[in-house]
């Protein structure tokens, strides 16, 4: 007896060149999913698309750089534009930034939000309106447990991952009941809310001997993608991935905003910095 491929349309995974974003690729294309890859680099988008034609899916690399303003709307209409209906938009593309928020250079925060923020932002509502269309749909916004506190030392960062966690929690809210605009539960959206996980995210965000590094779990890429897509596919608004972020997200609220941000700050201070 063999076990047939379900087709459930197009996903689009955004920074699907490796880590999360790969992982979450893997995750639909062995669910039935036909996956279009976005990234900046095409070589590395090859390999992956290999590896899930194995899966049986079939695929489309798109080499975007979506930092740039006009990256979104590229990444669109070689989809959509050109006959790729998508049902699930995974907006996984995004960085961080280590250090003290005056001592980093104004367009590295610029470009940090304009790729967590603004793309994300874009690719969620044009994709989000192509779905809506259709009638039917999903997103799935890869935020942090960094969504639930305030990062000194990461400040920029963040702020960047409570926007995501919060338009995402109210697109949902205004998806699942529906009105003049969408038929009630066409759509949904999902926040993925992972704590460290091993990727060259801390490499890339420069926090190699940061405290935080020494005492969080670091969740591997599969395990994380393997919750997000859970969560995803059971139409849940936030996913907080694995019992430790939980725990870590829900005590944030709880702690005193003086102590949770001496703690934080200490935890994200790079050594030798006061």
């Not at 063999?2 to 893997?26: D, F, K, Q, Y």
């Not at 967590?116 to 932002?121: C, G, K, M, Q, S």
């Not at 949770?260 to 030798?272: E, V």
Request: aromatic share 6%; hydrophobic share 45%.
């Amino acid at each position: 007896m063999t076990n047939e491929r379900i087709p459930r349309g197009w996903a689009i995974v955004t920074g699907a060149s490796g880590g999360i974003g790969e992982a979450l690729a893997r995750e639909f294309a062995a669910d039935g999913y036909d996956v279009v890859l976005a990234a900046r680099s095409a070589d590395k988008l090859a390999s992956v698309a290999e590896a899930l034609q194995a899966l049986g899916a079939r695929t489309r690399v798109v080499a975007v750089d979506l930092q740039k303003p006009e990256g979104p709307r590229e990444l669109f209409e070689q989809t959509e534009g050109q006959g790729i209906e998508a049902t699930a938009i995974v907006n996984n593309a995004g960085f961080g930034l280590t250090g003290g928020f005056l001592d980093q250079t104004l367009e590295d925060n610029l470009g940090l939000i304009d790729l967590n923020v603004r793309a994300l932002t874009e690719l969620a509502h044009r994709f989000g309106r192509a779905m809506r269309a259709r009638g039917k749909g999903g997103v799935l916004n890869v935020a942090s447990v960094a969504a639930f506190m305030p990062g000194p030392n990461m400040a920029a960062y963040y702020a960047s991952k409570a926007f995501v966690l919060s338009l995402t929690e109210a697109l949902n809210a205004e998806w699942k009941t529906g009105g003049a605009e969408s038929k009630a539960g066409a759509l949904h959206a999902s926040a993925l809310c992972p704590g460290p996980v091993a990727t060259n995210f801390q490499e890339r965000a420069d926090m190699g001997g940061l405290a935080l590094m020494k005492l969080a779990p670091m969740m591997s890429a599969a395990r994380t993608a393997r919750i997000g897509y859970t969560a995803f596919r059971n139409r849940q608004p936030v996913c907080l991935a694995g019992w430790t972020n939980a725990m870590m997200a829900r005590s944030a609220g709880l702690a005193p905003r003086g102590l949770l941000l001496s703690a934080l700050g200490g935890l994200q201070r790079k050594p030798g910095r006061h």
